[in-house]
T-cell receptor, first 112, second 112 residues
């Protein structure tokens, strides 16, 4: 049972480049979410989805897009990377928004 | 997870002692609280949760206490082991805000 799988684990981008962070879960969870983790700021919610075809903004959505075409996958897109997006990104899934969340291993992104 | 650490409060305990990690939450309407453990280079891992209609919940070697009067949450770890060394986050969920808000974390260091 793989749980939540994120790829890549590490990425360096140049300012203005675009990329997609992949997230997949095999637990048939309806709720999925993306967080970023910065020093001294805990985890902040970027976007979330309560089911296939439904997404919504979290606390810090600017500069990021998401889609949820299947229950399993919830990719996060950076359209034009900025140095302020240098962070560690975590994808999580849970049965519903109140239930225990399972996190992926994280993607460490550096934008230069 | 290594990016969280520069400004974290740190609790140092000796192996075998009990640990108490504290958390102050902000929203009096929060009705669900969770503790997560994050080891170096990994995503957060669920430890224990508690609903607002309870003031204490016990798991294996862990106890969570909730004091709604002063909006305080604590995690007690009995007989702390080297494997308990990690960053611990509390998170609060508010049904009205429909989001999970994470605290900034506390680093637990277990000395031999």
């Amino acid at each position: 049972n793989a749980g939540v799988t994120q790829t890549p684990k590490f990425q360096v981008l140049k300012t203005g480049q675009s990329m997609t962070l992949q997230c997949a879960q095999d637990m048939n969870h309806e709720y999925m979410s993306w967080y970023r983790q910065d020093p001294g700021m805990g985890l902040r919610l970027i976007h979330y989805s309560v089911g296939a075809g439904i997404t919504d903004q979290g606390e810090v959505p600017n500069g990021y897009n998401v889609s949820r075409s299947t229950t399993e996958d919830f990719p996060l897109r950076l359209l034009s990377a900025a140095p302020s997006q240098t962070s560690v990104y975590f994808c999580a899934s849970s049965r519903d928004r109140r239930a225990e969340a399972f996190f992926g291993q994280g993607t460490r992104l550096t934008v230069v | 997870g290594e990016s969280v650490g520069l400004h974290l409060p740190t609790l140092s305990v000796q192996e075998g002692d009990n640990s108490i990690i504290n958390c102050a939450y902000s929203n009096s309407a929060s009705d669900y609280f969770i503790w997560y453990k994050q080891e170096s280079g990994k995503g957060p891992q669920f430890i224990i949760d508690i609903r607002s209609n309870m003031d204490k919940r016990q798991g294996q070697r862990v106890t969570v206490l909730l004091n709604k009067t002063v909006k305080h949450l604590s995690l007690q770890i009995a007989a702390t082991q080297p494997g308990d060394s990690a960053v611990y986050f509390c998170a609060e969920y508010s049904g009205t805000a429909s989001k999970l808000t994470f605290g900034t974390g506390t680093r637990l260091q277990v000395t031999l």
